[in-house]
């Protein structure tokens, strides 16, 4: 983000709060439409109101920071990260602060996404907030710099600051933040506050412990499963058996007479049972009986999508990207290779299951869940429930992971459980179990890709082809009716998180990409963890070792020639071959490489395994070498490509959901595996220093990985991978440590 | 009605027979450590100790915890090596998005209090029923290595 100076909708208040300290507000005032950006509208605000809006960060007049965060706390780290900016360019004692989710407003939405949402995807967390949060740091301790040169009659340029104090090293002096806040709050605001220089920082690129570690390890920390409302009933949805299937008839006589069980509801999604408790819920929901009516039910089947896909690989797609004259090129090589690739739905998987607390008044609505997408849940929630949006107060839980699944916008589970609250106007817990998860939809999309090279007689590619056929997954955004409800809403351009790979790194003269984007209402799919690069970048990669396999070209040198224009790219390259002894594995054992770059980031990979005569791999080590620019906290980063490398395993060893004729197939974690601690392999992870802006990395350590392993198998056996899971190609992942 | 023995105290709950501890720990005495993630013992996020054992809550009816000494997350630093594990997690900076670290911490404690320097494949038998969806087993492997190796 270029931004400099605050927009207008970031522009700050700051106050003096009672008892001292000082309050930092963003946003409010100025010009006030009614829409997502300005929940404060709705005549003047009082300042209750106005305070808890805009509230970004309180210092307390004991020196206590505390800075609310618009991002939603997955997993990532955002509640540690983002104070870090702030703490910063504010010279604040980290260890004094502590950090929240914000409340659902427009002072916090996301400076990625035009400042138009919350919304927790697209690797966007620290590169979108950068430079808004350095400001608002660096504007504060401005103010008490300002603050401290009044006391002492002198000049704001002679003082200096550190660990939240200010310094008088010339009279000797020094005066606490806390000390220094009631004033502070009186100076004028600067507009364009100087950030630090890199050299500067004594926060950003330490590895600080995460805000949020001691609440982890005690039990207390609260996630949206663990809300607890007065007099709060609890609701399974019994749900069609084949996706937007309707209830036809409903028996609830059985169901109703579970003892604790008190309501049974018709809803637009299935059939809610409503009871004391979540043991008589599931049991009412067991005892319920529901015929389907299934004229309008999705018939989704995995073999047929399979063939359909495949058949439109042969079909010219949508253009994404064009250099040169592919088929000129095609036509004058010395070869021309291309394969095919085909890749199934997977389900996030999350381990805290979808639930939703709402407590709805009649006049008022309170909510609370796990969410990446804040914005649009509140205004579809306030949609259904009747109610204008400021009257709804959505609470953003930390999520028990997230992988795109609580990014959802079309809000399906909070629209559930809002049908359900406004059907039982009695506060309720909507949970999910563990099979409602799996089974309820918004899959990462199936998906088929060609690659296509033209060659010379070295084995040099001339031309480059990539087809994609996958299934849009912000499509149903804009045919879904329920759209009307936030029609005045902006979104941001969502194509751009399909991710669709243009960014094929190598030195080709002639590129043609082009996609078939499937619009699919009835089969409920969405983006999970890396989206469409983790089967884009697969097919990439692994074409790039067959090609370099037919030329005896050595893979990790055949991609350095091919990225001499791309120094990012060919320096995680370098240092994660460095990092892994490429070429030197020992006696037995095939290393495999792939690289990427995106989100403003770069990684290259190197699995090194041995396979036994019966496909059961062995992984030795998994080397992972990033450039994400600059660090803000490594060991995040560091925590983060780990993560991305174990849930890349999972998927590339078992990640599968089959539907046969509209059904899913799987249920659970005994059908649906999870790579375990048993199967972990070693894994080490270099971060490069780099003072460049800082790019993604929630999502960066996972679509080399399967590449860079299908490299080290097709090393080792001469086998092509040519798609997923391995599962289904016979291959098992060997324990790591045998008796 | 049942009494069951939870972190020292027992509490008597008015619940059918079937329901699962870990809903009677979570509804009825609002603790909420344990977590729910699958119902049918495959994920480990809601292990308590039970007898000391690493137990999943999600499966045991509340009927056969009677009589035995139940123990969870919220009281695990009233143990010493529970405190190390606790303690060690918040160092190696262990938890992600945290969900299942209460059920890895509690099988993580019974591990090393069983054995005081367990193996690689000690830890492998004692920790894969317990999965972790952000992945974070090398750092759970490490932290247990490390209590093993510099405090017990």
Not at chain 1, 526 to 542: C, G, I, P, Y
Not at chain 2, 76 to 87: F, H, K
Not at chain 2, 118 to 141: F, H, K, L, Q, V
Request: proline content about 5%; aromatic content about 6%.
């Amino acid at each position: 983000m270029s931004s400099s100076g605050f927009t207008r909708r970031h522009f700050l208040r700051v106050s003096a709060i009672a008892g001292g300290g000082l309050l930092v507000a963003c946003g409010g005032g100025g010009s006030k439409r009614r829409d997502n950006r300005d929940s404060s509208d709705g005549g003047e605000a009082s300042d209750a109101q106005q305070f808890a809006v805009g509230e970004f960060l309180r210092l307390s007049s004991d020196g206590r920071v505390h800075i609310l965060v618009g991002a939603s706390e997955i997993g990532q780290g955002a509640l540690t990260a983002m104070p870090m900016i702030v703490a910063e360019e504010l010279d604040a004692d980290w260890s004094r602060v502590t950090a929240e989710h914000s409340p659902v407003a427009a002072q916090f939405n996301n400076p990625y996404f035009g400042s138009l949402l919350q919304f927790t995807v697209a690797s966007a967390t620290t590169r979108g907030y950068f430079s808004a949060q350095r400001q608002v740091g660096a504007a504060v301790r401005q103010m008490l710099i300002a603050a401290a040169a009044d006391r002492w009659q002198t000049t704001p340029s002679s003082l200096r600051t550190a660990n939240g104090f200010v310094f008088d090293d010339a009279n000797g002096r020094s005066a606490s933040y806390g000390e220094l806040a009631e004033d502070a709050a009186q100076q004028p605001i600067p507009e364009n506050p100087p950030l630090k220089d890199p050299s500067q920082y004594t926060i950003i690129g330490q590895s600080k412990q995460r805000i949020d570690a001691a609440e982890k390890v005690n039990g207390s920390h609260q996630y949206g499963i663990d809300v607890d409302i007065p007099d709060m009933l609890t609701a399974v949805i019994a749900r069609p058996p084949r996706f937007f299937g309707q209830p036809q008839s409903v028996d609830s006589n059985a169901a109703l007479a579970v003892p604790g069980v008190r309501e049974v509801h018709n809803i637009p999604s299935g059939v809610a049972v409503v009871a004391d408790d979540y043991w008589s819920a599931e049991k009412g929901r067991k005892a319920l009986e529901v015929s389907w009516n299934e004229l309008l039910a999705g018939r989704t089947d995995s073999a047929a999508t399979r063939g359909e896909y495949t058949g439109k690989l042969d079909l010219p797609g949508l253009p994404i990207r064009v250099d040169g004259l592919v088929p000129v090129a095609q036509l004058a090589a010395a070869e021309n290779r291309s394969a095919d690739y085909f890749f199934p739905f997977q389900a996030h998987a999350a381990m805290e299951p979808l639930n939703v607390t709402v407590n709805y008044t009649g006049s008022s609505a309170e909510i609370w869940t796990g969410s990446q997408s804040p914005t649009i849940d509140k205004l579809f929630a306030a949609a259904i429930l009747g109610l204008p949006p400021e009257q709804v107060d959505f609470h953003t839980m930390s999520s028990g992971g997230g992988f795109g699944r609580r990014g959802n916008t079309l809000s399906d589970y909070v629209r559930d459980a809002c049908h359900v609250a406004k059907a039982s106007q009695q506060p309720v817990k909507v949970m999910w179990t563990r099979e409602d998860d799996m089974k309820g939809g918004y899959y990462r999309p199936a998906a088929a890709v060609r690659v296509a090279a033209a060659l010379d007689n070295q084995g040099n590619i001339t031309a480059w082809s990539h087809r994609a056929v996958t299934q849009d997954v912000t499509a149903s955004l804009y045919i879904e009716e329920q759209l009307d409800a936030i029609a005045e809403m902006e979104l941001p351009p969502l194509q751009e998180l399909t991710d669709l790979e243009t960014g094929m790194p190598y030195d080709i003269e002639n590129v043609l990409m082009d996609a078939h984007l499937t619009i699919k209402p009835e089969m409920p799919a969405l983006w999970m963890r890396s989206v469409n690069k983790f089967t884009d970048v697969f097919a990439q990669e692994t074409f790039i070792d067959d090609i370099a396999l037919r030329y005896s070209r050595d893979p990790y040198q055949y991609r350095r020639d091919m990225l001499t224009s791309k120094p990012r790219h060919l320096a995680v390259l370098d240092a994660a071959a460095q990092a892994a002894n490429w070429g030197a594995a020992s006696a037995g054992r095939s290393q495999g490489i792939a690289v990427l770059g995106h989100w403003m980031s770069y990684v290259a990979q190197v699995v090194e395994l041995s396979v036994s005569e019966d496909r059961e791999i062995t992984i030795h080590r998994i080397v992972s070498a990033v450039d994400v620019g600059t660090a803000v906290n490594p060991d995040l980063v560091v925590a983060q490509v780990e993560s991305a490398v174990i849930f890349a395993l999972t998927s590339v060893f078992y990640g599968e959901i089959e539907l046969r004729d509209g059904v899913v197939q799987q249920s659970n974690f005994d059908d649906y595996q999870m790579l375990r601690m048993y199967q972990t392999p070693p894994i080490d992870t270099v971060v490069l220093p780099s003072e460049e802006a800082p790019g993604g990395v929630g999502e960066l350590g996972v679509p080399a990985l399967g590449p860079a392993l299908a490299n080290a198998i097709l090393a080792a056996t001469g086998e092509t991978i040519r798609e997923l899971p391995l599962k289904n190609l016979g291959y098992t992942l060997a324990p790591q440590h045998r008796a | 009605m049942f009494t069951i023995r939870v972190n020292g105290e027992d509490h008597t709950v008015d619940v059918p027979a079937d329901k699962p501890l870990l809903w009677v720990l979570r509804e009825n005495l609002k603790l909420t450590g344990s977590k729910y993630g699958c119902g049918q013992a495959l994920c480990g996020a809601c292990t308590v100790h039970v007898d000391g054992q690493p137990t999943r809550a999600c499966v045991m009816p509340v009927s056969a915890a009677e009589n035995h000494d139940i123990k969870t997350v919220e009281v695990i630093d009233r143990d010493r090596i529970g405190r190390l594990v606790q303690t060690a997690w918040q160092e190696l900076n262990v938890p992600q998005c945290g969900y299942c670290q209460s059920g890895q911490i509690m099988a993580a404690t019974a591990l090393l209090t069983e054995n005081r320097s367990p193996s690689d494949r000690d830890i492998d038998e004692a920790m894969s029923g317990n999965i972790c969806r952000c992945g974070t087993y090398p750092r759970i492997r490490k932290a247990i290595h490390k209590i093993a190796s510099e405090q017990l």
